[in-house]
């Protein structure tokens, strides 16, 4: 069953590849959504697939090179009708 999430991950997040790894993670899952920087230094995340596909792309982020997540606020929202991932700024 397909859903959707809103991700905020604090931690070494900006600056070290998350948007990218996120970005091509997801492509290769086939999912879709978007990843963007916040001015706080965390980054916010939209990701609608299944709940496998979505905890094995945070797991494929968490084992970024130089991304160090700290925590992880989510919560579920409706799905979306969307063709892509995006990196949206």
Same mark, same amino acid.
């Given at each position: 069953?397909?859903?959707?999430?809103?991700?905020?991950?604090?931690?070494?997040?900006?600056?070290?590849?998350?948007?990218?790894?996120?970005y091509?993670?997801?492509r290769?899952?086939?999912?879709?959504?978007?990843?963007?920087?916040?001015?706080?230094?965390?980054?916010?995340m *939209? +990701?609608? #697939?299944?709940?496998? =596909?979505?905890?094995? /792309?945070?797991?494929?982020?968490?084992?970024?090179?130089?991304? *160090? +997540?700290? #925590?992880?606020?989510? =919560?579920?929202?409706? /799905?979306?009708?969307?063709?892509?991932?995006?990196?949206?700024?």
């Amino acid at each position: 069953m397909e859903i959707r999430k809103h991700m905020i991950f604090s931690g070494e997040v900006q600056g070290v590849g998350f948007r990218y790894t996120a970005y091509m993670a997801a492509r290769e899952l086939g999912l879709t959504g978007w990843v963007a920087n916040r001015a706080d230094g965390r980054v916010e995340m *939209e +990701i609608q #697939g299944t709940q496998n =596909e979505i905890l094995f /792309l945070v797991e494929k982020i968490k084992h970024g090179k130089w991304i *160090e +997540i700290r #925590g992880i606020e989510e =919560e579920q929202i409706p /799905l979306k009708k969307e063709e892509q991932f995006r990196i949206a700024n």
